[in-house]
């Protein structure tokens, strides 16, 4: 009885350790995305903002 006890121990640790890693995991993409996202638009901005001050010219 004990040796299944400890077993089922052992399984939720592992499964909460990889949900954990998964969890992060996810936030992480979630969060470079959105950032990424945000930085692009804003060098895309500096980049037609140049573009616009030699056209002037």
Not at 14 to 43: D, N, Q
Request: overall charge positive.
């Amino acid at each position: 009885m004990i040796p299944v006890i400890v077993g089922g121990f052992a399984v939720a640790a592992f499964t909460l350790e990889i949900m954990s890693g998964a969890a992060a995991a996810g936030a992480g993409y979630g969060m470079g995305r959105k950032y990424g996202r945000k930085i692009c638009e804003a060098v895309d901005n500096i980049d037609l903002n140049v573009k616009k001050m030699f056209n002037k010219e």
